[in-house]
């Protein structure tokens, strides 16, 4: 078990502060500059889409953001401690398959519900496309982890129940995406904010007893954070939110002690050994 001790770690509730501050500069700032300016930015830098380097950077604010927090809190020393939660690879056996089968069968029955093709549209382009749009997608949105479970989560289950902790960041996820569905030249554009805010925050509730089943682990909230944006799945709007919903209810129901009490919340940050929590 990896021992908690939150006071000495040096990440305090007044490092999300600049957590959240640099995450939204650097997104907003690239994305506001392609809305507002958007001949200036595409003659400029070339037009955004979601292989451009700059969306590469805007995706990954939230892990530079982290990076940058705890560097300038506890150094490299403490970067290296904290990068070791990516190890924390065991996981209960339910969690597990919910990940690798509860969550496409959300997109599968969503797209059956609403009568869309249960094959990924991406299937036309071809293996090669699909297995580059594959591991693009590896490398982009998991990354966010780094910031939001990574840091955010347990410094505020220190201060808050885990289902409060994860409807804020789930809201603040869901905002800071806002601009993405002002941004031509990205899939955010073609969707409703409301649905995908009302989503954002079942997400953030249904990865946080996996975070902490998992003691802290960042390797399985990034695999999840995957199987969200996985190509391979059908397209399964708006049903895959209303489907969401409904999972998040059903956690809140059959882990209520565990999210409204922080017993068995991971509030470890920087981790003092590299010793991981046996899942139960």
Sequence with gaps: MIPDYPEQDGIDLKALIPFVLVTFLITWSITGFYIVFN????????QISGTHPLFFLAV???AIAAVAVILHRRGMIGLKHYLRRLGIWRIPAGWLLFILVGMPGVFF?????KGAPLQAPIFSDGAAAVLMVMAIMLVLGPVEELGWRGLALPVLQRHMAPVWAAILIGAVWGVWHLPAFYLSGVIHSGWGFAPFFIGNI???LIVTPIFNRTGGSILWPMLYHYQLINPLWPDAQPYDTYLLVGVSVLILVFWREEMFSNKNASTVVIPSTTHSKTPT
Excluded at 39 to 46: E, F, K, N, T, V
Excluded at 109 to 113: D, E, H, M, S, T
């Design 202 to 204: 079942c997400l953030s």
């Design 60 to 62: 990954w604010a939230p």
């Design 39 to 46: 001949d200036l930015a595409a003659g400029l830098l070339g």
């Design 109 to 113: 029955l969503g797209a059956f519900i």
